[in-house]
């Protein structure tokens, strides 16, 4: 959380109230328990070792309150939208009835959010270099490979996978063209041949499932579509993505018990890729 004044607004007191109790216990240990600055605060060796000592006292505390109220603790997820349909969402009704005291809240947007400043609680972002922010964590690597309907592959009647590229439609991503897996495959196209370019991932994988032509998908988000035969894997061959997802993650969700059961949840989500 990194911020008094959020603290103060979660726990529902003033802010000045928050930082004369913080002040009051340091004062009595004797010991600086938080760095300030202008914009922040972040534990000292001290606080990170008290909390260590009272996280789980303070987890059964917590236990024992829950039984009393019908609150739901709120878990705020930042997700790109294609991740959050295609792997997050598909898995959360196995969550709720596993965690039914967790809510989650899903904001599917490729905006920037500052996890450290309260934007949200867990941000699960793709991209080429590692984000900024006070906890990070490599979440998983992906590649790309071609995939079509079945129905789309029976249409085309092609005997070999190098006479279905000259008649298929291309389906691709704006920021990912069909050339360099192409090279990979030693496969030649006429430069004539239809290509439909979208900027969405999900808009893509639908155009796939509609029928329009064969999409370079990303392993990540066709996983379940290939599970369930909407999409078959038109070639074993592959070409690395340059881009990764990433797992970011606020203070607040990293010691509190329902942020952390969220955050071994997407871990456990992605493990087999």
Known sequence: MRSFNKAADELNISH????HRIREL??????SLFTRTTRSVAMTPEGEHLHQQMKDALDTLEEAFSG???ERSVIRISVLPSFARFRLVPALTEFQRLHPAVSIEVSPTTCKVDVDQGEADIAIRFA??????????PLLEDEWFPVAAPAYLKRCDAPSV???FKRAVFLSHSRQPWEPWLKKAGIQISPAQRTLTYSDTGFMLDAALNLQGIALGRRSLVKGLLQNGSLVRV????????QAYFLLASERALISRHGSTVIHWIRALVQDG
Not at 16 to 19: E, T
Not at 26 to 31: H, S
């Open 162 to 164: 190098q006479d279905l």
């Open 235 to 242: 070639s074993d061959i592959a070409i690395p993505s340059e």
């Open 68 to 70: 009393f109220t019908q």
């Open 26 to 31: 340091e004062r009595l240990l004797g010991n």
């Open 128 to 137: 080429k270099a590692r984000p900024q922010a006070h906890h990070c964590e």
């Open 16 to 19: 000045s109230s928050v930082s």
